[in-house]
């Protein structure tokens, strides 16, 4: 059964047919809450409970997007998982946010992530998740050798992609300079850096630089940061994983501005 809120013409996809998808009950209903990041189309198992089924079809028919019922086998030959929930998302490309928008903003408290190079897909979910969680501002994420936002991004940031900016850019230096001017402090989270997490007092405006989860920040970033803090370790592992540094960092801030 189809709900006809179809739009007409070629649509762009977020990959190819098979990476399009998103799928899962909280990615598809946060995407469709938003209303940021309207997807093409809406696969949806008609034996869902009554108030996800109902939700699904208001929210898409408002938005016009066309709404296909169908048994969880064939949600599955469309999506290539059976992970589904009953729910699945096609996807067009994802709509980054403008930088214009996050410099001219005059907010008094901001934390921002700048990431440099992350590569890993689940990294990137986890820390767009818990920015969106902890009140962060905003991530920015340079376009070479950095995964985007694709369909294993959203599912792992639980769709809080769509409600957390996040800006790509050419430059991730030229912008931390941007920053700057506008009065961020910016930090290098590095491992090797003398001053410790616990010892750091945050400024109201920061920005923080997480490096690949392989090599680290690169030297062109760590020259522009103001300071390189590490989180202190007692056991015996060498590293923490990109993403739960980036939230240790991101806890401390807003616990210290809580209390401040």
Not at 110 to 130: E, K, P, V
Not at 141 to 146: M, S, V, W, Y
Not at 216 to 222: A, K, R, V
Request: glycine share 6%; aromatic share 6%.
């Amino acid at each position: 059964m189809v709900e006809r809120y179809r739009r007409k013409g070629h649509k762009k996809l977020l990959g190819n047919h098979q990476k399009c998808w998103i799928w899962g009950k909280n990615p598809v209903l946060e995407t469709l809450r938003a209303e940021k990041w309207q997807p093409l189309e809406v696969l949806c198992n008609p034996e869902l409970s009554s108030d996800i089924k109902d939700e699904v079809l208001q929210k898409s028919k408002s938005l016009n997007i066309p709404v296909i019922q169908m048994s969880p086998d064939d949600i599955e030959k469309n999506c290539h998982t059976r992970e589904h929930q009953g729910l699945a998302a096609k996807m067009p490309p994802f709509s980054y946010d403008s930088p214009k928008s996050l410099l001219q903003d005059d907010l008094e408290k901001s934390f921002l992530l700048i990431l440099d190079s992350i590569q890993d897909s689940h990294n990137l979910g986890a820390m767009i998740r818990t920015a969106e969680v902890l009140g962060c501002t905003g991530i920015v994420i340079g376009k070479k050798n950095q995964v985007g936002v694709t369909s294993q991004v959203v599912r792992s940031s639980a769709g809080a992609v769509n409600y957390l900016p996040i800006i790509q850019v050419e430059d991730l230096a030229s912008m931390i300079n941007s920053l700057k001017q506008k009065s961020y402090s910016v930090i290098a989270g590095s491992e090797k850096a003398e001053q410790t997490l616990g010892q750091f007092q945050f400024s109201k405006k920061t920005a923080l630089i997480i490096g690949n989860e392989g090599s680290g920040i690169t030297p062109e970033l760590l020259k522009v940061a103001d300071i390189q803090v590490a989180i202190s370790q007692t056991g015996k592992v060498d590293s923490l994983n990109a993403a739960i540094s980036a939230s240790l960092f991101i806890y401390e801030y807003h616990r210290q501005q809580a209390s401040s």
